[in-house]
């Protein structure tokens, strides 16, 4: 893996390519999670006298109304605060103003560029890797550092395409994520994985690759009622995802000994947290009743099995967490391997939320700051914004 420490960056125009794709509500970042951890890639260029200029993408751009939306001008201000020293912004993501913010650039000046998918709304230039952007932005700096994991499975313009053309290098936040994830290429035993989330569909492909290495797979959320009803069970109106079930069913004659379901659910019978729940075993859910969180024999269970791992992958919420009732279950569970020192990685989104949100995040042993890259990952696919550096 080549990291920035491989490059000669001393007084170089450096190009980041970083994550800013952080949730702002009402102009207001609520949470930064994504910018602090580029701040080491972005001190060590400035300590290396480098005009640093920042890339990032935010949310989708499709049409017109979701420019204004997706404007990086509040990321740019952010920053300048985390930095504690002005941050350059320039509002277009080419052209002479752009052109002429960064020759105006000193040693150890800081300019963000804008949103690059703004480069969609012109068919969709940046998400296709159009050649011509990717050369474009190359000719802005004189070297590149891809420091966003959570886009290093898109082969964008603003990954891939800058790359192709420029030394090139990972930044500290790709090195620290590849460095939790290879350690699953050959993991210590027991390797446990947890999956849970809405869809079947969505982990297909990490259950193909991982099932051969992990010792045991424990599923919830959503997700394991298409396997309770590949047993022949009643789920009721919980989720069911169709399309997997027989996926689910040739998982469970081939790896039956290494899956493990849930034995009881809180079930209630409308989709909201208003309701009063009911603890129910697994093979007694009615017609009229879903399931939203696992239950405690079931917490219990997997509790005993993650006592033993030796390192631990954990994929998707195993309740509707976003409710205040159905979060419990995954937040003891997250408790447990905290509080018994479980060597755990977080594989992004959902579970990463929800460990925030708890106060676990910190305190676990990696938490990825890329869901869908670290899915990626774990099916055994290759990252292209990674494969492109040289
Ligand atoms: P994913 O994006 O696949 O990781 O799925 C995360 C979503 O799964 C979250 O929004 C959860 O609310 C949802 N989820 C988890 N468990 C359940 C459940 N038992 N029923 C419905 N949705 C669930």
Redesign the pocket.
């Known amino acids: 893996m080549k990291t920035v420490k491989d490059l000669d960056l001393e007084n170089k125009k450096v190009i980041i390519r970083c994550d800013f794709n952080v949730p702002i509500v009402d102009g207001k970042i609520v949470d930064d999670t994504r910018m602090v951890e580029s701040l080491k890639t972005i001190q060590y260029c400035l300590d290396h006298h480098c005009k640093v200029i920042l890339m990032s993408h935010l949310g989708r751009v499709k049409e017109e109304a979701d420019l204004a939306k997706n404007d990086l001008a509040p990321v740019a201000a952010h920053l300048s605060e985390l930095l504690h020293k002005e941050v350059l912004f320039s509002k277009k993501t080419r052209g002479q103003e752009l052109e002429e913010m960064i020759s105006r650039m000193e040693a150890g000046d800081v300019l963000l560029v804008q949103n690059t998918r703004y480069e969609d709304l012109d068919g969709k230039k940046e998400s296709s890797n159009d050649e011509e952007l990717g050369t474009y932005w190359a000719s802005l700096g004189e070297v590149f550092i891809n420091d966003a994991f959570g886009t290093a499975h898109r082969a964008h313009a603003s990954n891939v395409g800058i790359a192709s053309h420029l030394p090139s290098a990972v930044g500290f936040l790709i090195e620290k994520e590849l460095t939790a994830l290879s350690v699953l290429d050959n993991p210590p035993h027991p390797f446990v994985v947890i999956l849970?989330?809405?869809?079947v569909a969505?982990?297909i492909g990490v259950i193909e690759n991982l099932v051969g290495k992990a010792d045991k797979i424990l599923i919830?959320?959503?997700?394991?009622?298409t396997f309770l009803k590949a047993q022949g069970y009643e789920i009721g109106k919980?989720?069911f995802d169709e399309e997997s079930l027989d996926f689910c069913k040739r998982v469970l004659k081939e790896h039956g000994d290494k899956i493990v379901l849930p034995v009881d659910?809180a079930v209630t019978n409308e989709?909201t947290n208003d309701e009063e729940y009911r603890l129910k075993d697994a093979k007694e859910i009615a017609a009229d009743e879903?399931?939203?969180?696992?239950g405690e024999k079931t917490t219990m269970m997997f509790e005993d099995i993650l006592k033993e791992a030796a390192i631990a992958i954990w994929?998707?919420?195993?309740?509707?967490?976003?409710?205040e009732k159905?979060k419990k279950n995954?937040v003891r569970l997250l408790e447990f391997a905290v509080e018994n020192n479980i060597k755990i990685i977080l594989g992004g989104?959902?579970?990463v939320a929800a460990a925030t949100a708890a106060g676990y995040k910190e305190k676990v042993y990696h938490a990825s700051t890329g869901?869908g890259a670290t899915l990626e990952y774990l099916e055994g696919k290759g990252l292209p914004g990674i494969e492109a550096i040289h």
Do not use: C, H, Q, R
């Open positions: 849970g989330g809405a869809k969505d982990k919830g959320g959503g997700m394991s009622y919980s989720l659910y989709f879903m399931g939203l969180d696992i994929n998707g919420p195993l309740g509707v967490y976003e409710f159905y995954t989104g959902d579970i869901g």
